[in-house]
T-cell receptor
Framework: GQSLEQPSEVTAVEGAIVQINCTYQ??????LSWYQQHDGGAPTFLSY????GLEETGRFSSFLSRSDSYGYLLLQELQMKDSASYFC??????????FGAGTRLFVKA | EAGVAQSPRYKIIEKRQSVAFWCNPI?????LYWYQQILGQGPKLLIQ????????DSQLPKDRFSAERLKGVDSTLKIQPAKLEDSAVYLC????????????FGPGTRLTVT
């Protein structure tokens, strides 16, 4: 079957760095995406890793290790507005997308 | 560039009633998705269209849910009859050609079944 695991909650201080991990089991794996969702809002695309390694987009970076079926999202210089839910999502066979349950990030002042 | 449009934004119905949701994807996006998101969970794919053809509907409860995408542009999702457990946010998303992992979501329809 297909499954993703990520922590349910993470708390960090404003200005700090936080890492949200995601492990997955899937067939026909193509890549790992990350989405951000604020309460009451729609998910917004953050990043995609199709190959092993680190992808950087401003304060956000995402990493993938295919051999370990593992990836993470790294948020630097945390701001209060980063408080949201973060979802990892795998693209598998037929480009079907499976979302994880999400990690709620709380940023404290 | 206009985003993904959905209507209505909110809907309250009684169990056993029917309801329909509408979605208009971003212009030029051939792939359209309908997701169900229950509070505290990640989006669950219900159906995926490529133009007006169904790519995946393995998780669509076909005894009560139906969806169509006539003319390969906008789409409707229908529930008939609704159950209490259908209370959720229904999200529509679309993706650019060849980029299925980069999905753009509409604001969603919050359905409450009483």
């Amino acid at each position: 079957g297909q499954s993703l695991e990520q922590p349910s909650e993470v708390t960090a201080v404003e200005g700090a760095i936080v890492q949200i991990n995601c492990t997955y089991q899937t067939s026909g794996f193509y890549g790992l995406s990350w989405y951000q969702q604020h309460d009451g809002g729609a998910p917004t695309f953050l990043s995609y890793n199709g190959l092993d390694g680190l992808e950087e987009t401003g304060r956000f970076s995402s990493f993938l290790s295919r051999s370990d079926s593992y990836g993470y999202l790294l948020l630097q210089e945390l701001q209060m507005k980063d408080s949201a839910s973060y979802f990892c999502a795998v693209s598998g066979g037929g480009f079907k997308t499976i979302f994880g349950a999400g990690t709620r990030l709380f940023v404290k002042a | 560039e206009a985003g993904v449009a959905q209507s209505p934004r909110y809907k309250i119905i009684e169990k056993r009633q029917s309801v329909a949701f509408w979605c208009n994807p971003i212009s030029g996006h051939a792939t359209l998705y309908w997701y169900q998101q229950i509070l505290g969970q990640g989006p669950k794919l219900l159906i995926q269209f490529q133009n007006n053809g169904v790519v995946d509907d393995s998780q669509l409860p076909k005894d009560r849910f139906s969806a169509e995408r006539l003319k390969g542009v906008d789409s409707t999702l229908k529930i008939q009859p609704a159950k209490l457990e259908d209370s959720a946010v229904y999200l529509c998303a679309s993706s650019p050609p060849g980029v299925p992992y980069e999905q753009y979501f509409g604001p969603g329809t919050r359905l409450t079944v009483t």
